[in-house]
Structures are given as C-alpha cells and as structure tokens.
C-alpha cells in the first residue's frame, strides 16, 4: 500500500468525494504530519512551528464546524503504532462529526474557512483525511 500525505486534494479527487452519496452525519478521520518550522507564504511568523500554525487553524476551524452543527469527537498527539507498518507516522489525529456531506462543502468553501486556512497550508507537512459512513 502506498501513502501519499497532501494538503489539498486534487480537481479530480475533490471531485469524487463530493461527488459521493449524501447520507447524513459522518466523521472525518484527518491524520496529519506537522512541518518542523511554519511556512507562510508571505514569509511571516516564522518563529512558529508547524503544530502551533496548525494549533491556530484547530481553534478556529472548530468554531466553523460547530456552527454548521458538527464538532470535534477527539483530537490529540499521535503516541505509537501497534499494527502495521508505515514509513512516516503521523503526528496528530483528529476526528471531526459533519452534519451531512453539504454541510461541509458549506463550511469548506466558506469565507471564515478561507480567512484561516492559512495557517493550515504553513503547518501541515500533509495529511490523509479519510470520510467515514454512518453505521446502517
């Protein structure tokens, strides 16, 4: 199996994920790899390291996803891994509830999102976000 982290998905790949069966409530499993040292494009902040620019995206981003009627179910540092094997671990898992796949086209395309992310694109090395189905 091979693992590509990204920041952003590609045309195609976003495509398909919003392209996928609207069936209400799901969780987002973002695992995430942190840059050693913050890169803003306009060279600012550098004293920051990758997790704190993330850190100021997670404050933020958690009041968008709990305005569209989601929340944060966990969060927290990445310790070890037990099964498996991959050459890169990740340093951070967050899990995050959407009320329904276009509550989250709404949040993500939003201009509160697009005034913070940011400090995502200066924290993230990159990250595999992978949608969950409800139970049914």
């Given amino acids: ?3 590509n982290n990204a920041v952003y ?33 306009d060279g600012s902040e550098s004293e920051l390291s990758g997790r704190e620019a993330y850190e100021r995206y997670g404050v933020e981003v958690t009041k968008l996803i709990e305005s569209i009627g989601g929340r944060i179910r966990y969060s927290g540092p990445v310790a070890g891994l037990m099964i498996g094997e991959v050459e890169d671990l990740w340093d951070y898992v967050a899990l995050a509830e959407y009320p329904s796949l276009e509550a989250f086209r709404t949040m993500a ?6 005034a913070i ?16 189905m409800p139970r049914g």
Avoid: C, W
């Avoid at 973002?30 to 050693?36: A, H």
């Avoid at 395309?109 to 697009?114: A, D, K, N, V």
């Avoid at 992310?117 to 969950?132: K, S, W």
């Fill in 109 to 114: 395309t939003s201009p509160g999102m697009r």
């Fill in 9 to 41: 998905p590609g045309p195609a790949q976003a495509a398909a994920f919003f392209g996928l069966p609207e069936n209400g409530p799901f969780v987002m499993v973002n695992l995430l790899k942190f840059k050693d040292k913050a890169e803003y494009a």
């Fill in 117 to 132: 992310e940011h400090h995502r694109a200066a924290g993230l090395a990159g990250q595999l976000n992978i949608r969950t």
């Fill in 1 to 3: 199996m091979e693992v």
